[in-house]
């Protein structure tokens, strides 16, 4: 039996260690449980979490808050072995960043959109219908928010950068404005959603904002939490909501993904 090494990860890790389990590969796990003390030496596939490290140093363990140093598990790889991460690479190693392919990331941007709205049902006093939305970024994400928000009746502008989107967005049916001209206007949006993982939106333009709930779907922010505290607007910030608020359907992606990587390479 093919052996697989799971490190780290939160629910949706477990997912993917039953599945695989289900699918005949014997499975090791590291930092998933408390006390598990699997190896990688002999395996044929090493899976990383989603997001692998948020530090760049260690293996992303909320489950377990073990500090496992990606140094030391790359030291113990060979270039013969399949190695699975989330938006990091391994050098020199038969690495594949999974994070990146379309295949994932796209179904991984349905929970996501199902989260940012849920938080903005939760956060408001109003209905989402006939609410005024700007989704900033037409991207992975971008694209299926918008079309959930859109659907539930909302009226939905969607700022892009690409000509090709903003065709798209026109033949859609949306109203679009460009990405780059955004601290230029009024903000005149009832809500806010990034997906756009540099600051597209200036303290400046906060402060002239109308909306009420900005939400941050990005890693690194497109958008100043506190100047929007400041300009009295209310601001989450909500990476990572696959899973949060589906961590069963995540996982599920996510094996998926992980299991035809594997019986590709095999």
């Given at each position: 039996?093919?052996?697989?090494?799971?490190?780290?990860?939160?629910?949706?890790?477990?997912?993917?260690?039953?599945?695989?389990?289900?699918?005949?590969?014997?499975?090791?796990?590291?930092?998933?449980?408390?006390?598990?003390?699997?190896?990688?030496?002999?395996?044929?596939?090493?899976?990383?979490?989603?997001?692998?490290?948020?530090?760049?140093?260690?293996?992303?363990?909320p489950l377990t808050h073990r500090r496992i140093l990606l140094s030391d598990i790359a030291d113990r790889l060979s270039r013969n072995q399949l190695v699975l991460c989330c938006n990091y690479r391994f050098e020199n190693?038969?690495?594949?960043?999974?994070?990146?392919?379309?295949?994932?990331?796209?179904?991984?941007?349905?929970?996501?959109?199902?989260?940012?709205?849920?938080?903005?049902?939760?956060?408001?006093?109003?209905?989402?219908?006939?609410?005024?939305?700007?989704?900033?970024?037409?991207?992975?994400?971008?694209?299926?928010?918008?079309?959930?928000?859109?659907?539930?009746?909302?009226?939905?502008?969607?700022?892009?950068?690409?000509?090709a989107d903003f065709a798209l967005l026109d033949a859609l049916g949306f109203n679009s404005v460009n990405t780059g001209n955004l601290n230029f206007g009024n903000l005149d949006y009832d809500i806010i959603f990034n997906?756009?993982?540099?600051?597209?939106?200036?303290?400046?333009?906060?402060?002239?904002?109308?909306?009420?709930?900005?939400?941050?779907?990005?890693?690194?922010?497109?958008?100043?939490?506190?100047?929007?505290?400041?300009?009295?607007?209310?601001?989450?910030?909500?990476?990572?909501?696959?899973?949060?608020?589906?961590?069963?359907?995540?996982?599920?992606?996510?094996?998926?993904?992980?299991?035809?990587?594997?019986?590709?390479?095999?």
């Amino acid at each position: 039996m093919k052996k697989i090494t799971v490190i780290g990860g939160d629910d949706r890790l477990k997912v993917v260690e039953r599945e695989l389990t289900a699918s005949n590969y014997a499975v090791d796990t590291i930092g998933l449980y408390e006390n598990d003390c699997g190896s990688v030496e002999d395996s044929i596939a090493v899976v990383f979490p989603v997001p692998t490290t948020k530090d760049k140093k260690t293996v992303y363990t909320p489950l377990t808050h073990r500090r496992i140093l990606l140094s030391d598990i790359a030291d113990r790889l060979s270039r013969n072995q399949l190695v699975l991460c989330c938006n990091y690479r391994f050098e020199n190693l038969n690495c594949i960043d999974y994070g990146a392919l379309d295949s994932y990331s796209l179904l991984n941007a349905v929970p996501t959109a199902e989260g940012a709205i849920k938080l903005a049902i939760e956060n408001t006093p109003y209905t989402l219908w006939q609410s005024r939305v700007l989704v900033v970024g037409y991207g992975r994400v971008g694209k299926i928010l918008a079309d959930r928000l859109k659907a539930m009746g909302c009226k939905v502008t969607v700022s892009a950068r690409k000509p090709a989107d903003f065709a798209l967005l026109d033949a859609l049916g949306f109203n679009s404005v460009n990405t780059g001209n955004l601290n230029f206007g009024n903000l005149d949006y009832d809500i806010i959603f990034n997906t756009v993982d540099v600051k597209v939106i200036s303290d400046t333009a906060l402060k002239g904002s109308g909306s009420s709930l900005l939400i941050d779907l990005s890693s690194k922010g497109g958008f100043s939490i506190d100047a929007a505290t400041d300009a009295g607007i209310k601001a989450i910030k909500a990476p990572g909501l696959p899973g949060i608020v589906a961590p069963q359907t995540a996982g599920n992606i996510l094996s998926k993904t992980i299991t035809e990587l594997i019986n590709s390479y095999n």
